[in-house]
């Protein structure tokens, strides 16, 4: 690392969408749900380093690089470009900006103009910058990217260029301009696996040989090893574990993380992996409030420090809750296998349906409370009943620890035991009705 | 795992198109046993697709089998007419997970109804029989019976992936051919899916014909594996004896491209170019053109396919170097030959 400046600091950056509204809402003027897309994320990027974004399909990844390059506007926080905001930037350090920090998209296919010639498409970002000597530059860049000898590429049309060139057309094309920083969107995710190896460790030089850095997102743990140092992984809009890469692949902290790398296939029919064992698929990322972003899934979640209950069980009674909270519990299917009318039966028929594990104790009769206001229809009374119980620390605190030098982890499971009790403590004082939940932790995080 | 229950002998598939018949499918030749696991796996435009659906003879129509057999329990199957297919073959004895299987659910019909249309045409089931089936089907990949009559738009993206396994289970089929099911999907969902794919093989009985591109899935879940190459299979075995003793030029080279979670640092192997599109007869080697060690007699005739002769009878590869290949590549990427990485990318300007 040099002692100059990062070329790239992200702070605190949010970009949240506005979700659909349909009539009723507009009538009631209410306000539209914000898509917490990226939600508050930060890391800077020094010179000549790459760094991986890895993440699930939706955990805001593809967001984040098109905020980066300006194509969104920035909801909160903001992005510093060697020194300067881009929230200061006049026209012409737009300009200056979109030059020095290059795109990589991830489907090669499209991503190049069909009707020019690869010598066209390299050619076009040196006119529209105003810069001479094309033809050499052109020839330059093609001998970087390995697309020798020039000629025979020079006037070819992408129809006529397999997969693997045409992305290093798009690499070449990334590079001409000389920038500082590319950011890659899955770069090889498109490309059959015999020339995937290729185009990485093709990237990979060029970033040592030319002085770039590197974000590259991805959703492939597997391969980031050959690209980068430094790997971020990303849920629902923030960074849930951010590491050296070897490290972290040998030893993720974060569940999430664990999930992810236990996840991938090992190419050895000897090896004997374990599968998997969590399920379901992100939720949106609207109101997710202040806590842990993969607590609806995660099967270490924490439950309050004074109540004896099984993990999995505990599991269940939070993701129902949280069904609850997001209007899904389908109350009325249930009420049509239960033919007998009768409030009991439909407790019992609820309790059929989404609980396997058995609960006792003052956590069944809470449980069982709960389910009667429920099945008389006061829902409101159902969740506050299971929150005043059963709320886990990991949904009120947003948790993040430095576990190691460089190894930021945002998990309650890595914190000290002490921020863990003084959390755990506060999080039964969620009284409030239901909406105000996320604003109440927040201030509530702030109070601490 | 015991008798055939699918075998296909000697198999090419051609398409007709404007410039002559394309090959898909040259001699190809594969068993499987019942109760077996068995993965086809090759690169995009491999022609594993077309061999699918040659078996259920669900070819385009500019698609034929132009020589060949597909038998099924012993019986010949490749002539049988559509309707035939239909009422023995399709479903109850063969069915079918397709690519881009997220998709494949209408969204208009409750999961039941597409399970009654399904039995329906392939059974003489009644309504209420076909239900219980769904119903038990569904018991098996984890999820609530009382769910059958929902829509597909109730379901959250995996647990649609665990109803279409079950609309390809529920009647019974002996062999499943699943072609590319969690393409496209992030690894945690790909790994729930293959959970409920493994315990079909625990609790039914099931034969599985898995295409994909990805051979560490292969590896992973399935007895034994084919790997081809532009119409040609190139190597097919035991998973254990291909991966512990591959002998193709491109099965090896195949097999070191894929990363492994274990050796991130592992030099990974490039295949130069793309498999060829190829027109009349294939008498050749079709990875000639891309193999590092390709002599002259490999353009001179299609490779016959032998034994390798290791503890797997079933271990049979097409390549006429196939000793001085393997050694080859053996001496060359050796632990202590730094020179491994360079070689890789030396080789690695791409030839069309």
């Known amino acids: 690392m040099s002692t100059n400046q990062p070329v790239l600091e992200i702070k605190n950056l949010k970009k949240y969408f506005e979700g659909n509204t349909d009539i009723v809402d507009m009538i009631m003027r209410r306000e539209p749900p914000q898509i917490q897309a990226v ?9 000549n380093e790459s760094v991986a974004v890895i993440g699930e399909s939706g955990c805001g990844k593809s967001t984040l690089l098109r905020t980066l390059i300006g194509l969104h506007d920035i909801s909160a926080g903001d992005i510093v470009y060697k020194g300067t905001p881009v929230s200061e930037f006049d026209k012409a350090d737009w300009k200056e900006y979109r030059r020095n920090v290059q795109v990589i998209f991830q489907d090669p ?16 970002p040196l006119d529209i910058h105003g810069i001479g000597n094309k033809e050499e530059r052109v020839r330059e860049v093609l001998e970087q990217v390995e697309l020798q000898p020039a000629e025979k590429y020079l006037n070819r049309k992408p129809t006529n260029l397999s997969g693997g060139e045409k992305q290093r057309v798009s690499i070449g094309r990334a590079l001409i301009l000389d920038p500082d920083v590319i950011l890659a969107d899955e770069p090889v995710s498109m490309l059959d696996v015999s020339t995937q190896a290729a185009v990485l460790t093709k990237m990979k030089e060029l970033i040592s040989d030319f002085d770039v850095s590197m974000i590259y997102i991805s959703h492939d743990l597997s391969t980031v090893s050959y690209i980068a140092e430094t ?23 974060h569940p999430y993380t664990e999930a992810l790398v236990s996840a991938i296939p090992v190419p050895d029919p000897t090896y004997d992996r374990e599968r998997t064992e969590m399920s379901g698929a992100p939720r949106d990322p609207i109101d997710i409030g202040e806590g ?51 409030r009991s039966a439909l407790v019992d028929a609820i309790q059929r349906e989404y609980f396997d594990h058995e609960l006792t104790g003052k956590n069944e009769s809470t449980l069982r409370s709960a389910l009667t206001s429920l099945a008389d229809g006061n829902e409101d009374l159902a969740i506050e009943r299971l929150r005043e119980r059963f709320e886990s620390v990991c949904e009120t605190t947003p948790p993040e620890v430095e576990a190691e030098p460089e190894w930021h982890v945002a998990c309650h499971h890595h914190t000290g035991t002490d921020r863990r009790t003084v959390a755990g403590g506060g999080g039964t004082n969620a009284t409030d009705d239901s909406g105000s939940d996320a604003t109440g932790s927040v201030a509530h995080a702030e109070n601490q | 795992m015991s008798d055939p229950l699918l075998e296909v002998d000697d198999l090419t598939v051609q398409y007709e198109t404007d410039s002559g018949m394309l090959t898909a499918t040259s001699n190809a030749s594969f068993t499987i046993s019942e109760g077996e696991f068995f993965g086809l796996a090759g690169e995009s435009g491999s022609g594993k697709s077309t061999l699918a659906k040659a078996i259920i003879g669900g070819l385009d129509d500019n698609g034929q089998i132009s020589s060949g057999t597909i038998k099924y329990r012993g019986e010949e199957i490749q002539d049988l007419s559509d309707t035939e297919l239909s009422q023995r073959i399709r479903w109850k004895e063969i069915s079918w997970i397709p690519q881009g299987a997220m998709s494949s659910l209408d969204p208009l019909q409750r999961v039941s109804e597409q399970a009654l249309e399904i039995g329906n045409v392939h059974t003489d089931l009644t309504d209420e029989e076909i239900r219980d089936k769904l119903k038990e089907t569904f018991d098996i990949v984890g999820l609530q019976e009382s769910r059958i009559d929902d829509y597909p738009h109730q379901f959250s993206g995996g647990m649609q992936q665990r109803a279409i396994i079950a609309l390809a289970l529920f009647l019974e089929p002996e062999l499943v051919i699943a072609d590319e099911p969690t393409t496209a999907l992030d690894v945690i969902m790909q790994d729930q899916i293959f959970k409920y794919l493994d315990r079909l093989k625990d609790e039914l009985d099931v034969s ?57 640092k592992r030099e990974l192997e490039v295949i130069e170019g793309h498999p060829p599109e190829l027109m009349g007869d294939v008498d050749f080697c079709s990875f000639a053109d891309r193999c590092p060690w390709a002599a002259p007699e490999c353009r001179a005739g299609a490779p016959p396919t032998e034994s390798v002769g290791d503890d797997d009878p079933s271990h049979m590869t097409a390549c006429v170097r196939k000793e001085e290949a393997y050694e080859m590549y053996q001496s060359d990427t050796s632990p202590s030959d730094d020179g491994g990485g360079a070689q890789s990318i030396a080789r690695m300007g791409e030839v069309d």
Do not use: W
Request: glycine share 2%.
């Open chain 1, 39 to 47: 939600d508050g994320v930060s890391m800077t990027l020094e010179e």
């Open chain 1, 231 to 253: 790997v971020k992984v990303m849920y629902l809009g923030r960074f849930v574990e951010s590491a050296p890469t070897k490290r972290l692949l040998e030893d993720p902290k």
């Open chain 1, 109 to 124: 296919f499209n991503s190049l103009n069909p009707k020019m010639t690869v010598r066209e498409s390299l050619a076009e």
């Open chain 1, 292 to 342: 842990c972003r993969f607590r609806d899934r995660c099967p270490e979640v924490i439950p309050p420090d004074d109540i004896d209950i099984d993990q999995q069980a505990y599991r269940e009674v939070m993701s129902f809750r949280e069904f609850l909270e997001r209007e899904e519990v389908g109350l009325e299917r249930i009420e049509k296998i239960v033919e007998v009318n009768e």
């Open chain 2, 208 to 264: 599985l014909l898995l295409i994909t591109h990805d051979i560490s899935v292969i590896f992973e879940s399935c007895d034994s594996v084919a790997i081809m190459h532009a119409s040609q299979i190139a190597e097919r075995g035991t998973t254990d004896a291909v991966h512990a003793n591959p002998r193709h030029p491109y099965a090896f080279m195949f097999k070191e491209a894929f990363p492994d979670i274990r050796e991130p």
